[in-house]
């Protein structure tokens, strides 16, 4: 048998790997036991992209004192009869006659252009209770028809008798539709483009004192892991595959330094020179070792990390010809002092090669949390009025993954990608085959 990740896969450039095959104990001793060669493919339907401008007219107002907040979820059915939302539009404040900014459809995500899908109209509500304005059922095929016969297609909602549904007057109209191929992820990672792995471990008083067991920083004899240490391990196993040189910049923040200075952005190693350590056996020995030198303090405060790791990714755009993606674990265990200075930047960094992954660990309500992660829709505004150019936090809660069925990584990485390949498509970056540098995965990182 022989085991590996798939990153170490998909990162060759070959999106070949051979692999020497061992016995069950994980060694084949002075014996040859043969080897074995793994090869990618991805699959070709999940490059072709349709790209639309969806707009409405006379939608029906579903406000009191000002007008209909209209945003348009598309879901694709599942064999089992319910229906899986596969895109979304941002929210269009007070307007019954919306135009939306492109929206694209992968191919993988709609199947065949004949499929079904639903089209939902919602009026927007902070409370996530959004109103249904009208629905429609229409394939691509339909969606490009109404392009081509410059028509629009009118909204149904169910009557009240649930026996026939009710025609409204408001209508969907697609004044943009074309069909092109797009680049995966795959198709950069395989051609040299990489993420570098960044840490922000939170040293802040509410995490309780290291020396007891009730804390969040207790660093248990027997070797069993904290929050943290998990949540660093569990990330950093996946991403340092896609980094060459394994070198991680890892920081503290809300912690007192030795010399007495509350510092919101310090390096974890205790260096004054650099903050990178080797490998996530670097990060992990460099939190061991701030916690027997920093003292907890507060407030917890985000702003100063995300500018640091924002001027890194900046710096990497004129010297390393944007084939640089930087990813930013911060591990928290409570609701952010200076949210408005986070959104700020957020907003900033939002062109940047860069996302941003919260992890919240321990009891605290991190309801206020949700509000950094954009996933209802609403882009972050900063105080000036800017608006983020796209979506790069991803926020999770430790305590209600580890109930679900899903794991930290999963529920962390799963908009990466998506995230990725935002800024490369925003800056019209497009992988080009030259030879990798990735250096062949040595038989010490296989289990």
């Known amino acids: 048998m022989a085991s590996c990740t798939l990153s170490e896969i998909v990162t060759k ?32 339907a999940s490059k072709s992209v349709v790209e639309m401008v969806l707009r409405c007219s006379r939608l029906d107002n579903k406000d009191v004192f000002s007008k209909s907040d209209p945003f348009l979820r598309i879901s694709r059915m599942v064999e089992s009869g319910g229906y899986i939302p596969i895109c979304k539009t941002e929210v269009i404040n ?16 709609f199947g065949s252009k004949e499929n079904p899908l639903l089209i939902e109209c919602f009026d927007f509500n902070s409370s996530g209770d959004h109103v249904l304005i009208g629905k429609m059922q229409k394939s691509v095929a339909d969606l490009e028809k109404l392009y081509k016969e410059r028509t629009g297609a009118n909204f149904v909602i169910s009557s009240k008798s649930h026996i026939k549904e009710k025609v409204l007057k408001g209508q969907l109209f697609v004044d943009q539709y074309c069909e092109k191929e797009r680049f995966s992820f795959i198709d950069y990672i395989s051609n040299g483009f990489e993420l570098n792995f960044m840490v922000a471990v939170d040293f802040t008083a509410s995490n309780g ?27 950093g196993e996946v991403i340092q595959f896609y980094d060459s040189d394994k070198r991680f910049p890892a920081w503290g923040f809300g912690g007192k330094i030795p010399g007495g200075t509350i510092s919101h952005c310090f390096n974890l190693n205790g260096s004054p020179g650099g903050s990178e350590v080797v490998g996530v056996e670097g990060i992990m020995d460099a939190y061991g070792s701030a916690l027997r030198s920093v003292t907890l303090s507060g407030p917890t405060l985000f702003g100063p990390v995300i500018n640091t ?9 004129t010297s390393h010809n944007n084939t640089m993606y930087y990813v930013l674990l911060i591990i928290t265990d409570g609701v952010v002092t200076d949210l408005q200075e986070t959104i700020n930047a957020l907003v900033k960094a939002s062109d940047l090669p860069l996302s941003i992954l919260i992890v919240g660990v321990g009891n605290a309500d991190f309801t206020s949390m949700e509000v950094l992660d954009a996933d209802n829709g609403r882009r972050l505004e900063s105080s000036t009025g800017r608006v983020a150019t796209r979506d790069i936090v991803q926020f999770v809660s430790m305590r209600e993954v580890q109930s679900g069925q899903i794991s930290v990584v999963q529920a962390l990485l799963e908009e990466l990608p998506e995230q990725f390949l935002s800024f490369m498509r925003s800056r019209d970056v497009k992988p080009q085959p030259h030879p990798s540098h990735f250096p062949q995965a040595s038989t010490s990182t296989m289990q």
């Open 94 to 109: 007070d307007n019954l006659n919306p135009k939306w900014r492109p929206v694209c459809l992968g191919g993988h995500k």
């Open 13 to 44: 450039q070959s999106r070949r790997l051979t692999l020497r095959l061992q016995n069950k104990s994980g060694n084949g001793g002075l014996r040859n036991l043969g080897a074995i060669t793994v090869h990618a493919e991805e699959t070709v």
């Open 209 to 235: 004192n290291p020396q007891l067991s009730d804390s969040l920083h207790y660093i248990d004899p027997h070797g069993r892991l904290n929050s943290y240490q998990k949540a660093i391990m569990e990330v």
């Open 309 to 317: 790791a924002a001027q890194i990714a900046g710096q990497s755009l």
